[in-house]
Protein backbone atom coordinates (compact mmCIF):
# COMPACT_ATOMS: atom_id res chain seq x y z
CA UNK A 1 0.00 0.00 0.00
CA UNK A 2 2.86 2.53 0.67
CA UNK A 3 4.21 2.02 -3.14
CA UNK A 4 0.80 2.80 -4.50
CA UNK A 5 0.92 6.15 -1.89
CA UNK A 6 4.10 6.62 -3.18
CA UNK A 7 3.75 6.60 -7.22
CA UNK A 8 0.54 8.01 -7.24
CA UNK A 9 1.90 10.71 -5.34
CA UNK A 10 4.72 11.05 -8.22
CA UNK A 11 2.24 10.96 -10.85
CA UNK A 12 0.54 13.78 -9.46
CA UNK A 13 3.63 15.75 -9.15
CA UNK A 14 4.53 14.82 -13.03
CA UNK A 15 1.00 16.21 -13.62
CA UNK A 16 1.46 19.46 -11.89
CA UNK A 17 4.62 20.07 -13.79
CA UNK A 18 3.35 19.36 -16.76
CA UNK A 19 0.44 21.41 -15.85
CA UNK A 20 2.56 24.31 -15.58
CA UNK A 21 4.83 24.48 -18.47
CA UNK A 22 3.56 27.82 -19.91
CA UNK A 23 2.42 28.56 -23.34
CA UNK A 24 2.90 32.15 -24.73
CA UNK A 25 2.49 34.43 -27.78
CA UNK A 26 4.59 34.26 -30.94
CA UNK A 27 5.33 37.55 -32.29
CA UNK A 28 6.25 38.69 -35.76
CA UNK A 29 9.57 40.48 -35.65
CA UNK A 30 8.06 43.63 -37.42
CA UNK A 31 9.21 46.76 -37.05
CA UNK A 32 7.96 47.97 -33.60
CA UNK A 33 9.36 44.70 -32.59
CA UNK A 34 12.83 45.53 -33.77
CA UNK A 35 12.75 48.94 -32.47
CA UNK A 36 11.74 48.02 -28.84
CA UNK A 37 13.79 44.66 -28.97
CA UNK A 38 12.68 41.54 -26.94
CA UNK A 39 13.29 42.54 -23.82
CA UNK A 40 10.95 45.24 -23.67
CA UNK A 41 8.46 43.14 -26.01
CA UNK A 42 8.79 40.20 -23.42
CA UNK A 43 7.68 42.76 -20.62
CA UNK A 44 4.71 43.63 -22.59
CA UNK A 45 3.53 40.33 -23.18
CA UNK A 46 3.42 40.23 -19.38
CA UNK A 47 2.01 42.95 -18.93
CA UNK A 48 -0.86 41.88 -21.09
CA UNK A 49 -0.96 38.85 -19.45
CA UNK A 50 -1.86 40.07 -16.91
CA UNK A 51 -4.18 42.87 -17.53
CA UNK A 52 -5.89 39.61 -19.28
CA UNK A 53 -5.74 38.00 -16.12
CA UNK A 54 -7.30 40.95 -14.12
CA UNK A 55 -10.14 41.49 -16.56
CA UNK A 56 -11.17 37.80 -15.57
CA UNK A 57 -9.95 35.73 -18.51
CA UNK A 58 -8.27 32.91 -17.13
CA UNK A 59 -5.05 31.30 -18.93
CA UNK A 60 -5.48 27.86 -17.98
CA UNK A 61 -7.64 25.64 -18.96
CA UNK A 62 -8.80 24.23 -15.84
CA UNK A 63 -6.26 20.83 -15.81
CA UNK A 64 -6.21 20.03 -12.44
CA UNK A 65 -9.73 19.70 -12.47
CA UNK A 66 -10.04 17.88 -15.39
CA UNK A 67 -7.43 15.18 -13.42
CA UNK A 68 -9.58 15.49 -10.38
CA UNK A 69 -12.92 14.74 -12.29
CA UNK A 70 -12.09 12.01 -13.94
CA UNK A 71 -10.36 10.41 -11.31
CA UNK A 72 -13.53 10.71 -9.16
CA UNK A 73 -15.50 9.25 -11.85
CA UNK A 74 -12.83 6.24 -12.72
CA UNK A 75 -13.37 5.71 -9.30
CA UNK A 76 -17.38 5.70 -8.79
CA UNK A 77 -17.73 3.93 -12.08
CA UNK A 78 -14.76 1.57 -10.31
CA UNK A 79 -17.15 0.87 -7.03
CA UNK A 80 -20.31 0.03 -8.56
CA UNK A 81 -19.19 -2.43 -10.60
CA UNK A 82 -16.97 -3.86 -7.96
CA UNK A 83 -20.05 -4.21 -5.93
CA UNK A 84 -21.96 -6.05 -8.59
CA UNK A 85 -19.09 -8.29 -8.88
CA UNK A 86 -18.61 -8.28 -5.10
CA UNK A 87 -22.68 -8.92 -4.88
CA UNK A 88 -22.17 -12.08 -7.46
CA UNK A 89 -19.10 -13.41 -5.55
CA UNK A 90 -20.67 -12.89 -1.62
CA UNK A 91 -18.40 -9.99 -0.43
CA UNK A 92 -19.78 -6.27 -2.32
CA UNK A 93 -17.90 -4.65 0.20
CA UNK A 94 -14.59 -5.72 -0.67
CA UNK A 95 -15.66 -6.06 -4.41
CA UNK A 96 -16.40 -2.02 -4.07
CA UNK A 97 -13.20 -1.09 -2.35
CA UNK A 98 -11.13 -2.95 -5.21
CA UNK A 99 -13.24 -2.01 -7.92
CA UNK A 100 -12.79 1.96 -6.44
CA UNK A 101 -9.38 1.95 -5.99
CA UNK A 102 -8.63 0.15 -9.39
CA UNK A 103 -11.36 2.83 -11.47
CA UNK A 104 -9.64 6.11 -9.23
CA UNK A 105 -6.47 4.77 -10.94
CA UNK A 106 -7.36 4.45 -14.47
CA UNK A 107 -9.11 7.50 -14.62
CA UNK A 108 -6.19 9.19 -13.26
CA UNK A 109 -3.72 7.81 -15.54
CA UNK A 110 -6.47 8.24 -18.32
CA UNK A 111 -6.39 12.10 -17.44
CA UNK A 112 -2.92 12.40 -17.34
CA UNK A 113 -2.48 11.34 -20.58
CA UNK A 114 -5.33 13.16 -22.30
CA UNK A 115 -3.42 16.28 -20.75
CA UNK A 116 0.07 15.14 -21.28
CA UNK A 117 0.87 18.16 -23.84
CA UNK A 118 1.07 21.56 -22.64
CA UNK A 119 -1.90 23.50 -21.34
CA UNK A 120 -3.76 25.37 -23.88
CA UNK A 121 -4.98 28.51 -22.77
CA UNK A 122 -9.02 29.88 -22.51
CA UNK A 123 -10.08 31.58 -25.99
CA UNK A 124 -10.76 34.49 -24.27
CA UNK A 125 -7.37 34.55 -22.45
CA UNK A 126 -5.98 34.52 -26.27
CA UNK A 127 -8.36 36.99 -27.43
CA UNK A 128 -7.17 39.63 -24.73
CA UNK A 129 -3.55 39.34 -25.18
CA UNK A 130 -3.34 39.43 -28.39
CA UNK A 131 -5.84 42.91 -28.44
CA UNK A 132 -3.48 44.05 -26.03
CA UNK A 133 -0.17 43.43 -28.11
CA UNK A 134 -1.96 44.97 -31.12
CA UNK A 135 -2.23 48.10 -29.89
CA UNK A 136 0.98 48.33 -28.65
CA UNK A 137 2.28 47.90 -31.68
CA UNK A 138 3.04 43.68 -32.08
CA UNK A 139 2.05 41.31 -34.83
CA UNK A 140 1.37 38.29 -33.16
CA UNK A 141 1.52 35.30 -35.49
CA UNK A 142 0.08 32.21 -33.12
CA UNK A 143 0.13 31.01 -29.36
CA UNK A 144 2.15 27.96 -28.03
Request: aromatic share 6%; hydrophobic share 40%; glycine share 16%.
Amino acid sequence: MKSVMMVFTGLVVLVGLTACAGTGPVLYPNAHYQSVGREVAERDIAYCKQMAESAGAREGSGTAGNIATSTAMGAGMGAASGAVGGAISGSAGTGSLIGAASGATWGLLRAIFQTAGPAQPSQAYVNFVHRCLQEKGYEMTGWQ
